[in-house]
């Protein structure tokens, strides 16, 4: 097979747009069969499915503006709708769906966060290239390390990831031996006895293979919520609809929730009071947390967290950040 097309775009950046939360979230498995990051050359490869067949995503970060080209392994059948959705992903990746501008604006000035938003001036969130793989990554992240949950990801994809083409390893040397990340129709098919084998739990199995299955029959349209996000039709009630469809899946609860919608949709709002690296570094920039005193607890940070409402998940980042190596 050879490649019959490539898509190409390029997207302009914000000024003062760090880098530092793009690599560091693309970088957490140093095994790189997914994805491979070239910080000198300043170039992201990421291997991935499109319209059903293995991809590769080759972002080059130039100045002021983002080359991105899609190596396909079948011609585009539509290549207009393709390349927007092309651009689409890209922004959510970069995390410019809802730019951050407006919560250095609103609060700015706050007594406690407004320095940390001027020494983070330019943090944008970066995303997962689809949904199904945000929503994944949180499943297997929930009450668990980052290292942990990095092993599981990586087992993930060498139990379901599918290999580039020839043709695309050809066309890009650097991809050699890479593995897209599974998207569901490849995780449906696996087994309770197979994720087992690879170090999950019963529970995150279960909710994992759930997922997959409610992905694959259309049963829970993540792609068609991020077309939906894309084209700027999600408010605060579509985002309430989707949040208790997901949590009605077994095993799904706030936090992963609001994570996927972070790092899927780049939705900004979310509440990740629950997590412990935001607690903790609640604590630390309100000053509550000392030596011999313990971090607020989950209520304690949603009141915090509250009062910056639509940009609760973006506070987040920003806090994730603050502590840098203990941030999903």
């Not at 019963?202 to 829970?220: D, I, M, P």
């Not at 349209?221 to 700027?232: E, K, V």
């Not at 799904?252 to 690296?277: E, F, K, Q």
């Amino acid at each position: 097979m050879s490649i019959r097309n490539t898509l190409e775009c390029r997207i302009a950046l914000p000024e003062h747009y760090r880098w530092q939360e793009f690599i560091a979230f693309h970088s957490r498995d140093v095994s790189q069969s997914a994805e491979r990051l070239d910080t000198a050359a300043q170039q992201l490869l990421k291997a991935l499915h499109w319209r059903g067949s293995p991809a590769l995503l080759a972002l080059n970060w130039l100045r002021g503006e983002i080359r991105a080209q899609l190596h396909l392994s079948q011609a585009s059948t539509d290549e207009q709708a393709e390349l927007l959705d092309l651009q689409a992903m890209v922004q959510r990746m970069l995390g410019l769906a809802y730019p951050p501008s407006a919560l250095e604006q609103a609060h700015g000035s706050h007594q406690e966060l407004g320095p940390l938003l001027a020494r983070q001036r330019g943090l944008h969130v970066p995303a997962a290239p689809t949904p199904f793989e945000a929503l994944s990554w949180a499943i297997m992240g929930q009450q668990i390390s980052v290292a942990v949950a990095v092993a599981l990801r990586r087992k993930l994809i060498a139990l379901a990831g599918v290999p580039l083409s020839p043709a695309i390893e050809k066309a890009v040397p650097q991809a050699k031996s890479m593995r897209a990340y599974p998207e569901a129709a490849q995780v449906a098919e696996l087994d309770i006895e197979s994720l087992r084998a690879a170090s999950f739990s019963q529970a995150k199995a279960a909710t994992l293979l759930t997922v997959a299955r409610a992905v694959q029959s259309g049963e829970l349209p993540l792609d068609d919520w991020a077309q939906h996000s894309a084209q700027g039709l999600w408010d605060a009630a579509a985002v309430q609809q989707v949040e208790q469809q997901l949590l009605a899946i077994k095993g799904i609860g706030p936090w992963t929730v609001n994570y996927c919608l972070l790092r899927g949709y780049g939705w900004p709002d979310g509440s990740l009071h629950g997590d412990v690296a935001v607690r903790k570094a609640i604590g630390l920039l309100t000053q509550t947390e000392k030596p011999d005193a313990a971090k607020p607890d989950a209520l304690q940070a949603r009141i915090w967290l509250d009062q910056f409402q639509p940009w609760r998940a973006l506070v987040a980042a920003h806090l994730w950040a603050s502590l840098s190596d203990q941030s999903y």
